[in-house]
């Protein structure tokens, strides 16, 4: 065959056509740095440790293929209330983390997608100007802020804002911001508010505001047509930044270390403990596997029921 | 004395709206009688849509008043006036199903439940949709959607229908289905209605009364018909259908009839005009209105020699451009009565084009 025959051949299957190269780029991507890694994780949760590596899963022994999987720490995990209870404060403050970015990022957006288009260049900006120092550098300086004599804590006790956060229970004592559930979730929101005022702009920059003329028209106040056109049309918006922040405060490992105190033990210090000073891999990896699981499956539920919804429509 | 006229049922009273020094309404004034279909036309930022917005309340006049029903509208947000309007391309709520977009305005009201779902029936038997109560917007066609906001904008029985390019969005064999359709509703509801078009055809077939609206002026107010045969100006006369314009002067003024003399030919006009021997006039002939023959017509006037620049049939009449001596190229649309012609015209014939003495209009504007 001629060198040109080849190519016609190559050009014509469908391995190498450019829309499947395109699609197909994505999908490898994905296999090869989140399938994989993945499976080898799941593989690890499962295997018995020998001494200083891992058990084979299948092993050729009396001339059968033997397949040994172990479910002793997924056991473990599901019978030690430890496990159980980080997994819940996990969610909880991800979940305190994603109610408060939504409050302050929503009116962020919002006032962000109706102001004069020459400044949302530099509205935008100033979102991502944080960005430009390091994230570790930014969570160290709530430390400061938030200690003893900093001046947001001054601020705060001089507001009495202390008073209602330990009615609520979320500081230790009165003056005492740091290592609490109160600075946890401060520095957890505001490192990822930008993840939920990004889409959150997105979507609501690119709103048809004649329909808030329509609701106008229709005898809507300002204030029911954000609640009833708005709001409801901007459901993308909100659920894709909570999403970018949820998923991540679920294993954050930094800011709990950093801002957290010794009741906010979430699931990212067990991850580390297990790995770095139990060194033990497989429970490790249970536990990574379930946190994965904790945040898949709703995902998944949610995902389905949005489907049905929409088809039940149709 | 004149007895006083009751006031009419929308006035707009010497409104005018300035952006920043350039008024794209200037003094407008216009009465509207109630259950009239009024439309606005006049190409893009004439100021129709500015003016059409300032009826629903989405911006407010500069100066001037609007009085709907005795009530001065000054101030009044949209939401509180009983005003609706159908949208250019509709801004139905994609989120909502066409039985809640129609129920929105209801629901804003406080209405009872029973009664919105009531009055929700109704409309969607009014514009024909029944089947489609649960269907999202996006699911329906331009002209299901088009109707969708029709019943949204007579839901809350407005006292006042605004259309801003109801059927813009359409392509030309709905929209001309939808006109009649559409007119039928209105008319069934009984509603006033102030529309706002660039499409002529659109305003002539839909509305009872016409304003022809340029650079923020009102240049005509009339019925379909007196726009079309009487413009009051070139621009009109030009802006409404085809035209053949020709300058010329005034040379006989008799009471019954002038006599104008333009470089290709002299007209006789059956009517007098106001105005003096001497001056300066356009006469406008339409295309419609113009024969075509062989043969030199008799009588000294209104009549042209030319040769056939071009033609184009159009199936059900055939447009020729005739090329005059004076350089002025003529339109003459002549309709194809019979299915052939023994003697068929063609490309570089010499003809004469001809009219009657009252086909013509006199502009002294």
Redesign the interface.
Known sequence: MSPQAVLTQLRNSKLLSGRSAVIGVPYVWLLVFFLLPFLIVLKISVSEMETVHFKDLLTYKDGLLQLTLKFSNYEFIAEDPLYFKVYLASLKYAAATTLFCLLIGYPFSYFMARAKPSIQPALLMMVMLPFWTSFLLRVYAWKGLLGENGWVANLLEWLHVDHLLLALGVIPALGKFMNSPFSLVLGMTYTYLPFMILPLYANLAKM?L??L?????????PW?AFW??TV??S?AGIIAGSMLVFIPCVGEFVIPELLGGPETLMIGRVLWDEFFSNNDWPMASSVAVVMILLIIVPLAIFNKYQAEAQEA?? | MVASQAPAFLQIKDVVKDFSGVKAVNHVSIDIAKGEIFALLGSSGCGKTTLLRMLAGFSSPTSGKIILNGQDLEGLPPYLRPINMMFQSYALFPHLSVEENIAFGLKRDGMPKDQIAERVEKMLKLVQLGKYAKRKPHQLSGGQQQRVALARSLAKRPQLLLLDEPLGALDKKLREETQIELVNIIEQVGVTVVMVTHDQEEAMTMASRIAIMSEGNILQIGAPSEIYETPANRFVADFIGNVNLMDGTLIDDNPDHVIVECADCKHYVGHGITGTEGMAVSVAVRPEKIHVTREKPDGEYNHVRGTIKDMVYFGSHTVYHIQLGSGLVFKISESNVSRHRDDPLTWGDEVWASWTPLSQVVLTQ
């Open positions: 048809d004649r329909l003329e329509a609701a106008a028209d229709l005898g809507a106040t029911t009833k056109v409801p049309l459901k429509r149709s």
